[in-house]
């Protein structure tokens, strides 16, 4: 009877694991064209792909015709719900964002002025100015004879785009945004994450090429008309923020008026209501400054105008309508407790 004796394993050796590893691919592609944001094919994997590049949409396509596609709305809507300036200050918003807030208003209205009032209404820091076309049909609806100016101080972005197929799109102060080289779209504000090196190569090696160049964009061409220019190897165009909804009605109906305006300055005629929604908050500026702006909003009212200020989280308003009075403000109505700023614009006069 033999015995067979077990032969004993080698054990083997382990790799010493590292502590850090990259996974993933380590780059991700975006959207640069529209067909590239459709999702082609009923594979899972591909719709996976196809949400993934949806988070890096090429601003270029904000850049729209007088009658886009139905693709195109909902593409410049997704890049303006998203769209941080270099500043930190953001252009969220989408249509019907204020319905709610817009109908509270105008019946504060109504119950303060007759239907053939000539009232003047401003919208400060209005972005895109879709939501203040909203306010201005539904206004005009109830008082005829009224207008709306919607304003705001960045109506465009720069496109510089290099020989070499690349483009770098900045906000008119001058912060590069996002860098463009397809089939990479790299997000610049806030930056990409380092799990993804290869997109923030491609947008290290554009801005290079800027500085390298020594790029400066006039400012006299910033505040003109004029759409485009070349300086070698570089072509400089706008591309436009407003909503072409806003464009067709500003066209269309001479009671709405688009202006540059900033919301530290008062109006050159005194307006019966004005609307600064999202932009005096404590998150942006500091107590000073905000003290300065409701200085400005009640240097621009008549006398009983009224003034909605606040801000919308997650569709939640925190809003609060003041009437001026003459050594102040007084409050009206809140809407989710009241703006962040009152006790700010109470005090200022």
Same mark, same amino acid.
């Given at each position: 009877?033999?015995?067979?004796?077990?032969?004993?394993?080698?054990?083997?050796?382990?790799?010493?694991?590292?502590?850090?590893?990259?996974?993933?691919?380590?780059?991700?592609?975006?959207?640069?064209?529209?067909?590239?944001?459709?999702?082609? &094919?009923?594979?899972?994997?591909?719709?996976?792909?196809?949400?993934?590049?949806?988070?890096?949409?090429?601003?270029?396509?904000?850049?729209?015709?007088?009658?886009?596609?139905?693709?195109?709305?909902?593409?410049?809507?997704?890049?303006?719900?998203?769209?941080?300036? &270099?500043?930190?200050?953001?252009?969220?918003?989408?249509?019907?964002?204020?319905?709610?807030?817009?109908?509270?208003?105008?019946?504060?209205?109504?119950?303060? =002025?007759?239907?053939?009032?000539?009232?003047?209404?401003? $919208?400060?820091?209005?972005?895109?100015?879709?939501?203040?076309?909203?306010?201005?049909?539904?206004?005009?609806?109830?008082? /005829?004879?009224?207008?709306?100016?919607?304003?705001?101080?960045?109506?465009?972005?720069?496109?510089?785009?290099?020989?070499?197929?690349?483009?770098?799109?900045? $906000?008119?102060?001058?912060?590069?945004?996002?860098?463009?080289?397809?089939?990479?779209?790299?997000?610049?504000?806030? /930056?990409?994450?380092?799990?993804?090196?290869?997109?923030?190569?491609?947008?290290?090696?554009?801005?290079?090429?800027?500085?390298?160049?020594?790029?400066?964009?006039?400012?006299?061409?910033?505040?003109?008309?004029?759409?485009?220019?070349?300086? /070698?190897?570089?072509?400089?165009?706008?591309?436009?923020?407003?909503?072409?909804?806003?464009?067709?009605?500003?066209?269309?109906?001479?009671?709405?008026? @688009?202006?540059?305006?900033?919301?530290?300055?008062?109006? $050159?005629?005194?307006? $019966?209501?004005?609307?600064? @929604?999202?932009? =005096?908050?404590?998150?942006?500026?500091?107590?000073?400054?905000?003290?300065?702006?409701?200085?400005?909003?009640?240097?621009?009212?008549?006398?009983?105008?009224?003034?909605?200020?606040?801000?919308?989280?997650?569709?939640?308003?925190?809003?609060?309508?003041?009437?001026?009075?003459?050594?102040?403000?007084?409050?009206?109505?809140?809407?989710?407790?009241?703006?962040?700023?009152?006790?700010?614009?109470?005090?200022?006069?």
């Amino acid at each position: 009877m033999r015995v067979f004796a077990r032969r004993k394993r080698k054990k083997k050796k382990s790799k010493p694991r590292s502590s850090f590893r990259i996974r993933g691919p380590m780059f991700s592609f975006g959207v640069c064209e529209l067909d590239d944001y459709e999702v082609k &094919g009923r594979l899972p994997f591909r719709n996976l792909r196809a949400e993934l590049r949806r988070k890096r949409i090429s601003m270029k396509l904000l850049r729209l015709d007088d009658a886009p596609s139905e693709t195109a709305i909902t593409v410049y809507s997704r890049i303006m719900r998203e769209l941080m300036f &270099g500043n930190g200050t953001s252009r969220t918003t989408w249509r019907g964002r204020f319905a709610d807030l817009d109908r509270a208003l105008i019946a504060l209205l109504e119950q303060r =002025f007759a239907s053939d009032a000539k009232l003047l209404a401003a $919208d400060w820091a209005a972005a895109d100015r879709l939501t203040s076309t909203e306010l201005a049909v539904a206004l005009f609806a109830r008082f /005829p004879h009224a207008s709306l100016a919607a304003s705001d101080l960045t109506d465009f972005l720069v496109e510089i785009i290099d020989s070499n197929g690349t483009t770098v799109i900045q $906000d008119p102060q001058g912060h590069s945004l996002q860098v463009i080289r397809p089939p990479f779209v790299v997000r610049l504000q806030p /930056p990409e994450s380092w799990l993804v090196p290869l997109n923030r190569i491609v947008a290290k090696r554009a801005l290079a090429r800027l500085t390298s160049h020594r790029l400066e964009i006039p400012r006299a061409w910033l505040d003109s008309e004029e759409e485009s220019f070349s300086i /070698p190897p570089f072509t400089v165009r706008k591309i436009s923020l407003v909503h072409p909804e806003a464009k067709r009605l500003a066209q269309q109906d001479s009671r709405f008026t @688009m202006e540059r305006h900033s919301v530290f300055t008062p109006m $050159d005629r005194p307006a $019966d209501v004005i609307r600064s @929604m999202n932009i =005096f908050n404590r998150s942006y500026f500091p107590v000073e400054r905000l003290s300065e702006g409701a200085r400005a909003v009640h240097a621009s009212l008549k006398m009983g105008g009224l003034w909605i200020v606040g801000r919308t989280a997650e569709d939640r308003h925190t809003a609060t309508i003041f009437e001026k009075r003459e050594n102040g403000f007084r409050v009206v109505e809140r809407f989710g407790g009241g703006s962040e700023i009152e006790e700010i614009a109470l005090s200022a006069g």
